[in-house]
């Protein structure tokens, strides 16, 4: 039965860091396009990031150059290095495939960035 495990998350100051970990059962992530998403309070989930089968990466304007994603296949799980964090980037932070067709959702990470 899969499961995603987020953990990772926190409050911190801005241009704090934080790194958000994925922990999968059920499926290996190396099969899939996998990614970061986000919920702000009132607002749906928001794509930050994704990973591909080969490693290829894509992030969301808002984070490119501040986060990264990683994968560790031999743990099977995904990673999202968060770095110079501001205000905006507060929200629950999931895992997920990218596909239309989302996996069950995990119970997430919190982040709040707040001085």
């Known amino acids: 039965q899969l499961q995603l495990v987020e953990s990772g998350g926190g409050l911190v100051q801005p241009g704090g860091s934080l790194r958000l970990s994925c922990a999968a059962s059920?499926?290996?992530?190396?099969?899939?396009?996998v990614g970061w998403f986000r919920q702000a309070p009132g607002k749906q989930h928001e794509l930050v990031a994704t990973?591909?089968?080969?490693?290829?990466?894509y992030y969301t304007d808002s984070v490119r150059g501040r986060f990264s994603i990683s994968r560790d296949n031999a743990k099977n799980t995904l990673y999202l290095q968060m770095n110079s964090l501001k205000p905006e980037d507060t929200a629950v932070y999931y895992c997920?495939?990218?596909?239309?067709?989302?996996?069950?959702w995990g119970q997430g990470t919190q982040v709040t960035v707040s001085s």
């Open positions: 997920n495939t990218d596909r239309p067709t989302k996996w069950a």
């Open positions: 059920g499926l290996s992530l190396d099969m899939y396009t």
């Open positions: 990973i591909t089968r080969g490693g290829s990466t």
